[in-house]
Nanobody, 117 residues
Framework: QVQLVESGGDLVQAGGSLRLSCVVSGQIFSLSTMGWYRQAPGKQRELVASITTGANTNYANSVKGRFTISRDNTKNTMYLQMNNMTPEDTAVYYC???????????WGQGTQVTVSS
């Protein structure tokens, strides 16, 4: 059974930093493109960053230069280092594991990130 569990969400002041983690159980992590998404109240879920099996990364323009996505295949874990945070980063952050060829997309339950001004 596949499970994705996020952690690391918290309340932080503007300009501060947080690191989110996503641990994946089940034998899919090394096969999957991993991604962080976020959803703010009243807004659609949006892609924050993604990382392929070959460690190629992609970032939303709003987080480029501030956030860094990484993965550790030995620990089945993905990370999101968030620096210089702003109130606009406030959202529930979700991790996703997907493989287009195998036709799967799994989601975690989400972790709340709140940035105060």
């Amino acid at each position: 059974q596949v499970q994705l569990v996020e952690s690391g969400g918290d309340l932080v002041q503007a300009g501060g930093s947080l690191r989110l983690s996503c641990v994946v159980s089940g034998q899919i992590f090394s096969l999957s493109t991993m991604g962080w998404y976020r959803q703010a109240p009243g807004k659609q879920r949006e892609l924050v960053a993604s990382i392929t099996t070959g460690a190629n990364t992609n970032y939303a323009n709003s987080v480029k230069g501030r956030f860094t996505i990484s993965r550790d295949n030995t620990k089945n874990t993905m990370y999101l280092q968030m620096n210089n945070m702003t109130p606009e980063d406030t959202a529930v952050y979700y991790c996703n594991a997907a493989h287009v060829g195998y036709g799967y997309s799994y989601w975690g339950q989400g972790t709340q990130v709140t940035v105060s001004s």
